[in-house]
Every structure is written in structure tokens, then in C-alpha cells.
């Protein structure tokens, strides 16, 4: 039977402050459909918008988390946001002659078992790192793995790369957790401490700090031995701004921060430095945060759109899966463009053998994708990712990360065999089954 996803929250709410060029009339339909959304419960948490000045033009806050009120200066887990950070601590570094961009990390880390992988490999996620794995199956990541433990057990298993360095990209949260050891091996200071240093308090971050996740207790996600960022919305307003405008580091490396690296096959890349740079449906550079609780982003519309500075902050709470089309309705809203909103997903009730003809893996250009069934539910598990996301079943077919705004179909051959998977819609994703 079917039943409804979204449940209504109870809750307070910070309305829209418009300042500076907001016009009345777009933050009032901001306003308006945010509060909406709210009611419906499909958004809690806090948006917030800046212009090219830097200055905060938009806020909006509703609901609460942990028990306490959310305000556009409420410090949450803001997850891979935080990469963008841990980047332009390494650049402040280079800015500083203490380590090159071209230096192999080898050079700096005791033990690397990569001496063809360089500092820049690491920012761009071209290094073909996916050591997480091999963590995962020799620690007990139940309790903290500490630096020193996830190096060793790499030291020793020395996993191989997936291709080599500098020809391709892969997103992997391990090129992250070396940037973060960098940062102590050449400072000798734990991770935060070097954030607040050289990235907190240079862009006026007030709200922010390093501590516990309250998800994943060791390394390779926290980025400090299972510390991690915390941070409010204009945090990240203000973060972006300082690093835009060369307040972090200097204007030659911001201007390399929107230039992706080539790679083997003559195509641009689309990370660098931290960033995803995108350009469709806007010319924007920025970072998606997957935290379990709490979504969030961090976007910069750059010089070839219609709004050039303007920067969206967003953190969604209560899980936070309708997060990437509330922050897409918010920028054609402010952007006086038509827009749409998310509505709540169905779930079905898939029988147990209905759900066990998709397990198995496939191969795709995200990676290996691994399908297993436990506790009547499906999961997907990308190689080398260390964890699995729950896949929630729309019909025997279609199914929705829980946690996450994408949705998944599982493609069937002429007799109703499970062959393939990719994202709805999406063939130039499609995945072979394999095994």
C-alpha cells in the first residue's frame, strides 16, 4: 500500500529578510513557497543568499534540529561542503611556498604508498585513490580510526588505483581524507585547528567550528579524525566570499579555482579545487554536502550567468532529501525564472523476491555499483565508498535513495530479468549487470 514519505513537522520559523537589491516581490514568492513547503513537510532547515558584494540579501530559517530552533546562524554538519575549506587551506599553504601544487604527496606524507600522486591530484579528485574499502574490511569502524591507523593499515595493504593519476576524475572522499592528513603532517596542528586559522576566522566565519559528526565516527567522511565541519548557512556565505575575493588566498589561485584540469581523453573535468563547475541549467561552482540528517550546498553563480556573485547557502534538515530541487526552485525564483516545486514521494510494498531479482552488481560510469537486500531492504553500495545508501521502492522497479533526491530504475530484458540500472531517465548512466 502506498503511503507518503513526508510527515508535518512542528516547528518555528524565521521569515525572509530581504536587504540590499533584493526586490520585495521575489523574496516575498521566496517566502511564500519555502513557508509552503515547510507546512507540507518537505523542508526544514535555513537558506540564505548573498550578492556579488557578498552581502546577505536573503533568509530564511523553519524548523528545528536536535531539538532546537534552526536559524540561518545555526552551526550544522554541512558534510562535503566542507571540502571546499579543507582545499583552500591546502592553497593557503601553497600560497605560503610550504608545499606546491605540483609536489608529490609523497614528498610530505611518511609511508605513502603513491609516489606518482600529486597535491593537485588530491584537489581535483584525478588521483584514482579508493583505499576506503580496504579500511573498511581491516578496521573496526565502529569506533574512531584514527590517521595514524588508517595510514598504517593503507601502508600495508597498499591498494592499487583505479587508473593513472591526472587521467580521469572520480569523486572518492579518500583524495579528502590525505588532504586532511597533509594538512597535519605540514603543520603539525589537527585538521580544525588549521580550518579556524586559515579559514574561519579570515572570512569572518562566526558560527563555525570543528567537532563530532554524530554520523560517522573515523576518518575518511570526518576529515580529521572523525571530526568534521560544522557550520551555519551565512558561515558559508561568508566563507565564499572571503575565497572569492582573495581574503583566503591569492587572486591567482581563485582564478585556477575555475579552471578544471584536462584530462586523458581531451575533455575538461568538472571538479577542481573542491568545486563541481556546472553548467547547466546555470553557470554555477559549488559543492553538494550528504550528510545523514542534514543536506546541504553551497553554489556560486559565475561570470557567464545572469547574476554573476550571487552565491546560495542552503542546509535542510529531517533528513533533507528534497534538498537539490528546493535550492533549484529558489534560484529561478530569485532568478525571475518559472519554477517548480518537490512533492512528497510514494513508497510501495515490494515483496522480498520481487526485491532480490536486483541484487547484484553493475558496472557503470559512477563505478561498480553494488545491489545487496538486508532487513527487507535494498541498498546501494558504490565501490570504494566505504558505505551504502537505502534504495526506497516507488514500484517494483523505480526506486529512491532515502536520503538523497535521485531516483533509480532497475531496467528488465524481455523476460523480466533484472540487466541493468541507471538513474530514471538517465540511459548515459546506464549500469550492466555484471554478477
Known amino acids: 500500500m502506498l503511503r507518503l514519505l513526508a510527515a508535518v513537522l512542528l516547528a518555528t520559523a524565521a521569515h525572509a529578510q530581504p536587504t540590499g537589491n533584493a526586490g520585495a516581490e521575489r523574496a516575498a514568492r521566496l517566502d511564500s513557497a519555502l513557508a509552503a513547503l515547510h507546512a507540507d513537510g518537505l523542508f526544514s532547515g535555513a537558506l540564505a543568499i548573498s550578492d556579488a558584494s557578498g552581502a546577505v540579501v536573503y533568509r530564511y530559517a523553519a524548523g528545528a534540529h536536535a531539538g532546537r530552533p534552526v536559524t540561518t546562524e545555526t552551526p550544522l554538519y554541512v558534510a562535503s561542503v566542507s571540502k571546499q575549506m579543507t582545499a583552500a587551506a591546502v592553497l593557503s599553504l601553497v600560497a605560503d611556498g610550504r608545499i606546491g601544487l605540483d609536489d608529490p604527496v609523497a614528498r610530505h606524507l611518511d609511508a605513502w604508498p603513491y609516489p606518482e600522486v600529486t597535491v593537485r591530484h588530491l584537489l581535483d579528485q584525478t588521483a584514482g585513490l579508493h583505499f576506503l574499502t580496504t579500511i573498511t574490511a581491516h578496521a573496526d569502524t565502529t569506533r574512531p580510526v584514527t590517521s595514524a591507523m588508517a595510514r598504517a593499515l593503507i601502508a600495508e595493504h597498499r591498494p592499487g588505483l583505479a587508473f593513472a593519476p591526472g587521467s580521469a576524475f572520480a569523486y572518492d572522499n579518500a583524495n579528502y581524507a590525505a588532504l586532511a592528513w597533509l594538512l597535519g603532517a605540514l ?55 572571503a575565497f572569492w575575493t582573495g581574503r583566503i588566498v591569492p587572486d591567482s589561485l581563485v582564478r585556477a579555482a575555475l579552471a578544471p584540469p584536462t584530462l586523458a581523453d581531451g575533455a575538461a573535468s568538472r571538479y577542481v579545487f573542491g568545486r563541481f563547475v556546472q553548467d547547466e541549467p546555470w553557470p554555477l561552482v559549488g559543492h553538494w554536502g550528504e550528510g545523514a540528517e542534514v543536506k546541504t550546498g553551497l553554489w556560486r553563480e559565475r561570470a557567464e550567468g545572469d547574476l554573476p556573485g550571487t552565491t546560495y547557502a542552503i542546509e535542510a534538515t529531517d533528513d533533507g532529501v528534497h534538498r537539490t530541487p528546493i535550492l533549484a526552485a529558489a534560484i529561478s525564483i530569485w532568478k525571475g525564472e518559472p519554477f517548480g516545486l518537490p512533492q512528497a514521494r510514494p513508497v510501495a510494498d515490494v515483496p522480498a523476491e520481487v526485491l532480490a531479482r536486483h541484487v547484484g552488481s553493475y558496472s557503470s560510469g559512477m563505478g561498480l555499483l553494488h545491489i545487496t537486500l538486508a532487513d527487507g531492504e535494498l541498498r546501494l553500495e558504490p565501490e570504494g565508498a566505504g558505505g551504502y545508501e537505502p534504495l526506497i521502492p516507488a ?39 555484471v554478477e
Open 187 to 241: 603543520t603539525g596542528q589537527p585538521h580544525g585547528e588549521v580550518l579556524r586559522e586559515r579559514v574561519f576566522e579570515p572570512a569572518g566565519m562566526t558560527d563555525a567550528f570543528v567537532g563530532p559528526s554524530g554520523e560517522v565516527p573515523w576518518i575518511a567522511w570526518a576529515g580529521g579524525d572523525g571530526n568534521a565541519v560544522h557550520a551555519s548557512v551565512e558561515d558559508l556565505l561568508a566563507f565564499d566570499d
Open 395 to 433: 514500484s517494483e522497479t523505480v526506486f529512491y535513495f532515502g536520503g538523497q533526491d535521485l531516483t533509480w530504475e532497475f531496467v528488465l530484458d524481455d523476460e523480466g530479468r533484472t540487466v541493468g540500472l541507471q538513474l530514471q531517465g538517465r540511459p548515459d548512466t546506464y549500469g550492466l549487470r
